[in-house]
């Protein structure tokens, strides 16, 4: 089992930029296919992006493609998720999770594939 949690949310502004950070402990960090998903109030909780466990593959959503970047540093235990040119829809609850895996280049998108969570950090993003 690997132990997460969440950091670096708050409040920003639309156009901004925030950094959110996920420390690992417990099980090999870096044998976990790690994701970042969020959860908005009315809505499902919904994957947003993904990296695999040498971080040599990412995956995004469309909506955040080109604006979000996944990286993870295995050295320090910790995925990261830059994220820029917030919009007011990127207001969530974000939450890291990990999947143990042997498989290199699977990143699954469903939130059952995972099996341990963070607790999340609130990101707000005014207009």
């Known amino acids: 089992q690997v132990q997460l949690v969440e950091s670096g949310g708050g409040l920003v502004q639309a156009g901004g930029s925030r950094r959110v950070s996920c420390a690992a402990s417990?099980?090999?960090?870096?044998?976990?296919?790690m994701g970042w998903f969020r959860h908005a109030p009315g809505n499902e909780r919904e994957f947003v992006a993904g990296i695999t466990p040498r971080g040599d593959m990412t995956y995004y959503i469309d909506s955040v493609k080109g604006r979000f970047t996944i990286s993870r540093d295995n050295a320090k235990n910790t995925v990261y998720l830059q994220m820029n040119s917030l919009k007011p829809e990127d207001t969530a609850v974000y939450y890291c999770a990990a999947r143990f895996t042997f498989a290199l280049s699977y990143i699954p998108k469903e939130k059952d594939k995972y099996q341990d969570w963070g607790q999340g950090t609130q990101v707000t993003v005014s207009s």
């Open positions: 417990g099980r090999t960090f870096s044998s976990c296919v």
